[in-house]
Every structure is written in C-alpha cells, then in structure tokens.
Nanobody, 115 residues
Framework: QVQLVESGGGLVQPGGSLRLSCAAS????????MGWYRQAPGKQRELVAL???????TYAEPVKGRFTISRDNAKKTAYLQMNSLNAEDTAVYYC?????????WGQGTQVTVSS
C-alpha cells in the first residue's frame, strides 16, 4: 500500500519559514518524481515545485527564490523548505509522487501565514 505522509505544516507569521516533509512508503522512492502542490480556499490545486530523479528541479514563479525542494532517497523523504512566507502562501500543501502513469498523493498539510 502506497502512503505519502506530509508533516511540518502550521501557523507562521509573515516573513517566517517552515519545512515540510513527505515520507513515502510502498513505492520505490528513488525512481519517482516528487512534487509539492498547494490548494488555497476557492482555488485550484497548483504546482509549487518538483524534483526529478536526476535531481533537477522546477518551481512555480511565485515561489522561486523563496522555496527549495529536496529529496533524500535513503530516507524516502521529500522536503520543501519555505522561506519569506507571505499570506498568499496560505494553503493546504500536498505531496505527489509520479512514475509513468502511476501517481500518488498525500493527505495534505495546512500552512497558514498570518500575524
């Protein structure tokens, strides 16, 4: 059974930082492209960042220079370091794993940026 379990969300003040983690089980983690997506209230889910098996990365424009995605294949865990957070980053953040036609999602973790 495939499981992606996110952690690290919470309430943070504007300008603050959070680090999200996504622990995977039931898949060969090292061969999956890992991604982070987010969905704000009333909006569609959108890509935040992804990291391929090569280590190459892609970031959405709003988070470039502020967020960093990484992966530890030995720990089967993907990370999203989020700095300089602002109110527009408030959303539920979802972990995603893709290999060919197979795609898996975590349950999401809430990130709220507010003073």
């Amino acid at each position: 059974q495939v499981q992606l379990v996110e952690s690290g969300g919470g309430l943070v003040q504007p300008g603050g930082s959070l680090r999200l983690s996504c622990a995977a089980s039931g898949i060969i983690f090292s061969v999956h492209t890992m991604g982070w997506y987010r969905q704000a209230p009333g909006k569609q889910r959108e890509l935040v960042a992804l990291i391929r098996i090569s280590g190459s990365t892609t970031y959405a424009e709003p988070v470039k220079g502020r967020f960093t995605i990484s992966r530890d294949n030995a720990k089967k865990t993907a990370y999203l370091q989020m700095n300089s957070l602002n109110a527009e980053d408030t959303a539920v953040y979802y972990c995603n794993a893709v290999l060919n036609q197979n795609e898996y999602w975590g349950q999401g973790t809430q990130v709220t940026v507010s003073s």
